[in-house]
């Protein structure tokens, strides 16, 4: 298998069942994770992050430090938006995460319709990319087998929600897969000029 990125970072990492939480848990280790480290990790501005902030796409650090829900949430967006808008990419996760703007977005707030905390969503996106082996193509009859399996340990907090998790879940992936055939377009277009 070769290394890719981890979505939504400049991380390079073999993704694998699993492989989310072993690059992210020891990053947390002794704390949250301050702006320029989170600048560094997804390759964003910090303007940006502090724009997403005062929008109330994500609640602001305590003592200037990011938890790793806060910056799962942001991975999650920053995946997102090279594929949907920025509102786009923000309807779908409040689709399963209705407190987006929650000031507390470390634990899922079920009365005001969060599913899934944003940590847990987005090592289901990546388990989900590992079992899929991608390489060239997204074998989408496979997709929500994948998705099922992923996600079996899930447990809803409502009736429906899983269907509402397998579903923002398969649209992620799709969004994935997209970026990387926009990437590979863009790579032979490139290649085009040199020829």
Same mark, same amino acid.
Not at 57 to 71: A, D, I
Not at 103 to 132: E, K
Not at 147 to 156: C, F, I, K
């Given at each position: 298998?070769?290394?890719?990125?981890?979505? !939504?970072?400049?991380?390079?990492?073999?993704?694998?069942? !699993?492989?989310?939480?072993?690059?992210?848990?020891?990053?947390?280790?002794?704390?949250?994770?301050?702006?320029?480290?989170?600048?560094?990790?997804?390759?964003?501005?910090?303007?940006?992050?502090?724009?997403?902030?005062?929008?109330? #796409?994500?609640?602001?650090?305590?003592?200037?430090?990011?938890?790793?829900?806060?910056?799962?949430?942001?991975?999650?967006?920053?995946?997102?938006?090279?594929?949907?808008?920025? =509102?786009?990419?923000?309807?779908?996760?409040?689709?399963?995460? !209705?407190?987006?703007?929650?000031?507390?977005?470390?634990?899922?707030?079920?009365?005001?319709?969060?599913?899934?905390?944003?940590?847990?969503?987005?090592?289901?996106?990546?388990?989900?990319?590992?079992?899929?082996?991608?390489?060239?193509?997204?074998?989408?009859?496979?997709?929500?087998?994948?998705?099922?399996?992923?996600?079996?340990?899930?447990?809803?907090?409502?009736? !429906?929600?899983?269907?509402?998790?397998?579903?923002?879940? =398969?649209?992620?992936?799709?969004?994935?897969?997209?970026?990387?055939?926009?990437?590979?377009? #863009?790579?032979?277009?490139?290649?085009?000029?040199?020829?």
């Amino acid at each position: 298998m070769k290394p890719s990125s981890l979505p !939504g970072t400049t991380i390079e990492a073999v993704l694998a069942p !699993g492989s989310a939480d072993r690059q992210l848990t020891p990053m947390f280790l002794c704390g949250g994770l301050v702006l320029s480290q989170v600048c560094l990790l997804t390759g964003l501005e910090g303007h940006t992050i502090h724009n997403w902030v005062k929008r109330k #796409l994500l609640s602001p650090p305590v003592n200037k430090k990011y938890t790793r829900n806060q910056l799962c949430r942001i991975l999650n967006i920053n995946m997102l938006k090279d594929t949907f808008t920025l =509102e786009q990419a923000v309807t779908l996760l409040g689709y399963i995460n !209705g407190g987006l703007s929650d000031t507390a977005c470390d634990t899922p707030n079920y009365t005001t319709g969060d599913l899934i905390d944003d940590s847990r969503l987005y090592s289901y996106l990546v388990d989900c990319l590992a079992a899929l082996n991608i390489s060239d193509r997204l074998d989408f009859s496979r997709v929500g087998n994948v998705v099922r399996a992923a996600t079996a340990d899930y447990r809803s907090p409502h009736r !429906g929600a899983e269907i509402q998790l397998w579903m923002v879940l =398969e649209i992620m992936l799709t969004a994935w897969h997209a970026q990387q055939i926009h990437r590979q377009a #863009l790579e032979m277009f490139g290649r085009m000029d040199r020829m």
